[in-house]
């Protein structure tokens, strides 16, 4: 028997499911890595998502530290959520909806201190 004998088609062989709740741990550590550090009393971000065979559409809530340039920091959870689920759940990420639930203040007073250079 040769090696190509005892192989099964690619087709006949099944398929891999990811449950849906994997995928959204997968969106929520993302945006984790992407918001970086959060404010004390931040949550962590959460994440859900609606997975239609290879597609995840994906929300996900979030705190930031005020003020920061929210649209910015948005901008890079989306696109590293994206890069995440595609990279290693192998899905397309044609939606990323980013909702910001708080804003927490950040302490300014050492900040203040370093601005006066």
Known sequence: MTATKGRVAAAERGQT????????????????????????DASAPRATVSVHRDTARVHVSL????PSDIGRRCGAVRRRVTERVETLAGMDVPEVAVQ???LHAMDTGAGAEGNGR
Do not use: F, W
């Open 17 to 40: 499911r990811i449950a849906d709740r994997v995928v959204a741990k997968i969106a929520a550590q993302a945006a984790k890595e992407a918001v970086g550090p959060s404010p004390g």
């Open 63 to 66: 705190e930031l530290g005020y």
């Open 100 to 102: 910001v639930e708080q």
